[in-house]
């Protein structure tokens, strides 16, 4: 149903309607009775209705923060996130975190995969995999199942891979990063 009309013509009397002029005035508008919308049946009088299908899960989406962006706050959520940009804050996603080259986070991370293509001032924690590449910086602590760590990356900080929650108990002396070489403290 068209709220208006372009042509110039009005509404049809016997579409069950009010005529209405082409171009009406407020005065002309607000002197014509107010009509009422029919209430919906009840859920009795309803016709039944199929089922509607579940929807399907959709595909994970990313969120990006763009280069051009420079961001303070906190990221929460599922999903995977990807700084481009400058971010200061902690971030805690159900998902993929990646950081890439040119961009900077400050604050804490706890993701399941964690990329590191640019800067983090931070530490990571309880990530499945984390993956620093050649421009990654890392300066702050790293625990993970798995690290890789590739060349021409730099990190300043203590790093625990390999364990799982059953082997805590187990853990021997952390290790620490200093210049590439790994010693125990």
Do not use: C, Y
């Amino acid at each position: 149903m068209a709220l208006w009309k372009d042509t110039g013509s009005s509404a049809s009397p016997a579409a069950g309607g009010t005529p209405v002029p082409a171009n009406p005035t407020v005065t002309e508008l607000h002197s014509k009775p107010i009509e009422r919308i029919p209430e919906p049946p009840s859920p009795a009088e309803a016709p039944r209705r199929a089922a509607a299908p579940a929807p399907r899960a959709a595909a994970v989406a990313e969120s990006v923060i763009a280069a051009e962006l420079t961001i303070e706050g906190k990221i929460t959520g599922s999903g995977d996130v990807r700084i481009a940009g400058r971010f200061k804050g902690d971030v805690q996603v159900d998902g993929n975190f990646r950081i890439d080259a040119g961009a900077r986070l400050e604050g804490q991370v706890r993701a399941s995969v964690v990329t590191v293509g640019g800067e983090l001032q931070g530490n990571i924690d309880a990530a499945k995999q984390v993956d620093v590449l050649s421009t990654g910086i890392i300066v702050g602590d790293v625990k993970a199942a798995s690290i890789t760590v590739a060349a021409g990356s730099r990190m300043r900080g203590h790093v625990e891979f390999g364990w799982d929650d059953k082997h805590a108990a187990d853990r021997p002396a952390a290790f620490e990063l200093s210049k590439g070489t790994t010693r125990a403290v």
